[in-house]
């Protein structure tokens, strides 16, 4: 059972930037995809990010491409969201989410949310224009 905990999550003014960190209870957290999941008022949950066991590939959904950057520290058990450039519709909760990676599919599995066996409480980011 992997726990997952957000934090770093607030107000920002659009244009500014806030850090998200994801902390794993799973001492074998390297073997694992993190994915970072966002869901806004009155919309369903959206991929935003993932990361594969030993960093070996990332992918972002195109709508914060070249502003958010997806990372991992498996020694400290730790992943990270940075979030450049803020837009207002970039307000959201967010999650952080982790998934076996035993090199059987592509990148294109960790896109889905259904990919997922657990799943941190979320952070709430609020972008003001």
């Known amino acids: 059972q992997v726990q997952l905990v957000e934090s770093g999550g607030g107000l920002v003014q659009a244009g500014g930037s806030l850090r998200l960190s994801c902390a794993a209870s799973?001492?074998?957290?390297?073997?694992?995809?993190l994915g970072w999941f966002r869901q806004a008022p009155g919309k369903e949950r959206e991929f935003v990010a993932t990361?594969?066991?030993?960093?070996?590939?990332?992918y972002y959904a195109d709508s914060v491409k070249g502003r958010f950057t997806i990372s991992r520290d498996d020694a400290k058990n730790m992943a990270y969201l940075e979030m450049n450039s803020l837009k207002p519709e970039d307000t959201a909760v967010y999650y952080c989410?982790?998934?076996?990676?035993?090199?059987?599919?592509?990148?294109?599995?960790?896109?889905?949310?259904?990919?997922?066996?657990?799943w941190g409480q979320g952070t709430q980011v609020t972008v003001s224009s």
């Open positions: 990361t594969r066991r030993s960093s070996s590939s990332t």
């Open positions: 989410a982790a998934a076996a990676d035993d090199g059987r599919y592509g990148t294109w599995w960790y896109v889905r949310e259904v990919s997922y066996d657990y």
């Open positions: 799973e001492r074998t957290f390297g073997n694992y995809a």
